[in-house]
């Protein structure tokens, strides 16, 4: 997209899931551009019942909004939806930000690609659930897919540019989570408070959790593998603790090109909207002049084996299966940290869930994306019965 004309004329943007950790930041964001000259007016807002909310509502005043709870106070013209569809139908944005959560959002994504010119995408389940879905049909509609996620943002950052088969291998990182020094027979009756203090990031309870079973790198994995259509054996997970390596991809003459950042998603949300420009950063990082923390320690990059994580071996597992087992992967995992945020099964039971809704699922393909979230449904229904 043609981006120096949002400098003279403004932008419009919908963001999905205004209320979650990425959507407040994405207003942050949207507000910090606006005063660089990179003008983004808000005309379509959704979100889940949080009374947060309302206050957006009269910040932002969208054209549209779409919430599923009760509101006092709507400001004047502000016209709400019943469905996320059909807000982007009526108020066709020029961007849209995915940043709801769940499997849902795979349906705002795949319309959002009719109805807006760019997908800023953050949400990592629909493209889990959905494989080649979005990128396809972004792609055959000629709109734009920009990853929002810190590792995607970063390889999509290094990958401008390069030959997909000069790529021996491509690295996403992972930090570990809260329990990652933690001794393996001790994780497994972690408490809810101990896993959700995560060492570098701050986000929402449930990527949290995810972030301690390594079921988000697993997610991300299979993230990577449909947004840039590489191949399985070429997705790989290194450990870099203090999150300041993102991604890094390793050519097959021997160089190696790494894309490094603060762990401050404001960073690669403003890129999803600004790019190919780069305009600010919300407070101006600097992290030489700055010295952050651990910066100037050497940075360590493990490689993580597959064989000594669950979640990533069950990654690779599901690729190179039919949908039916990536789609119970993402289910199962949603009802079991559920479970476990409800203190209703241990830490070490959630992986377990997993494995064992994949191991049970018979491989079958599933087509049409209503069918997906209809069997999305169905397995978290299914596991949340067991035990409760
Ligand atoms: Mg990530």
Sequence with gaps: MEQRIFRTKPATCAVIGSTGSIGTQTLEVIDHLSKQGFSIRVVGMAANNNPVFAEQLK??????????????????AVRRFESVESMLEAERPDFTVIA???GVSLSYALKAAETSRRICLANKESVVLGGRL???????????????DSEHSGLFQLLLGTDPSEIQMAYITASGGALRDWDVSKKEDATVEQVLRHPNWKMGAKITVDSATLMNKALEMIEAKFLFG??????????CHNSFIHALIAYRDGHYKMHAGMPDMR???????????????PEGHDVIRDGYNGLFEPILLKPADPEA?????????????PNALRIALNAANEAAVQLFLEKRVSFGEVTRIVEKAVSSQEAWEIESPSEILEFHEEIKRRVRCAYV
Excluded: D
């Excluded at 979005?134 to 929002?148: D, H, Q, S």
């Design 59 to 76: 910040t932002f005043r969208p054209a549209g909004y779409c919430f599923n709870g009760p509101l006092t106070e709507i400001p004047e």
């Design 100 to 102: 709801s959560s769940g």
């Design 134 to 148: 979005i990128p396809e049909r972004v792609k055959a509609l000629g709109k734009e897919l920009i990853p929002v």
């Design 230 to 239: 590489l191949p399985t054996e070429k997705i790989g997970v290194a450990f």
């Design 267 to 281: 960073i690669p949300i403003a890129y999803a909207f600004t790019c190919p420009e780069r305009v600010s950063a």
């Design 309 to 321: 994580h669950p979640a990533l071996r069950l990654a690779r597992t599901v690729l190179e299966e």
